[in-house]
């Protein structure tokens, strides 16, 4: 194979780690952002169901504040029964007595009821804590491994510079030129495989002329269409770069 044709293959590699790199990076953030957003999520749950667990704690006792003072209403009237001279008053005091006796019914039927639903919103708000608990377990356990990814990756970043510079120097100068010209107008992806007589990244069948040159790996050929320089793998498939 062509010295220099075999070099800017292993360029290409070399660059395309770089950017599944540098694009891994990128996204670090909107990575750590799901994280925390997954940990809001489960304290909001907490709070939540916390919330409302103290709220009907709240109109609970507020029903039995006015249970008390409606008994003590109903005591004044039974009372106040013993006291009246008309007949019209005594149905009066007796219509008075239903209504209290008969709002006494519906706050305590509603204070049970509140009590029902206090039974399960606690348990909802164990729950949630329990959930917390784990999501707080997981996500240290993956922001941990992504900070060491992000270390990894700033590592063979710099491994994969030192690799590019050193590999790029031992490249003619035209022909690494015409690959930075490609790559930059390519999306990074300056070399491609050429197979079946077409190029593997753009898709378009080459000159049988070209292509036989391209069969023997002795030169920098570049594709008519997409302006790559194609190589033919042959029976050992060298991995064609992918965009």
């Known amino acids: 194979m062509n010295p220099d044709l075999d070099r800017v293959i292993r360029l290409q590699k070399l660059e395309t780690a770089a950017d599944e790199a540098r694009r891994t990076i990128a996204d670090h953030p909107q990575r ?27 109109k609970r006792r507020a ?88 270390k990894a990756l700033q590592a063979e970043l710099e491994r994969t510079a030192g690799a590019r510079d050193a590999l790029a120097a031992e490249i003619d100068r035209a022909v690494l030129a015409t690959f930075e010209q490609v790559a930059r107008g390519r999306k990074g992806i300056a070399v491609a495989e050429a197979r079946d007589g077409m190029c593997m990244i753009c898709h378009v069948r080459l000159r049988p002329q070209v292509f036989n040159e391209v069969r023997r790996n002795d030169a920098i050929i570049q594709c008519d269409s997409c302006r790559r320089i194609l190589y033919f793998a042959g029976e050992s498939s060298v991995a064609a770069p992918q965009p």
């Not at 750590?32 to 103290?54: E, G, P, Y």
């Not at 219509?95 to 639903?117: C, F, G, P, V, Y």
């Open 32 to 58: 750590a952002q799901a994280l925390d957003d997954r940990l809001a999520a489960a304290r909001d749950m907490v709070l939540t169901a916390k919330a409302r667990l103290t709220d009907l704690q709240n």
């Open 63 to 150: 029903e039995e504040k006015e249970v008390a003072a409606v008994q003590a209403r109903l005591a004044k009237y039974k009372d106040q029964l013993l006291e009246v001279k008309t007949n019209r008053e005594y149905q009066a005091m007796l219509h008075e007595i239903e209504t209290a006796q008969n709002d006494i019914k519906a706050r305590e039927d509603r204070i049970l009821e509140s009590m029902m639903e206090a039974d399960e919103l606690g348990a909802a708000a164990k729950k949630a804590e329990a959930d917390l608990k784990a999501a707080e377990k997981e996500v240290g356990a993956e922001r941990q491994a992504l900070d060491q990814e992000m």
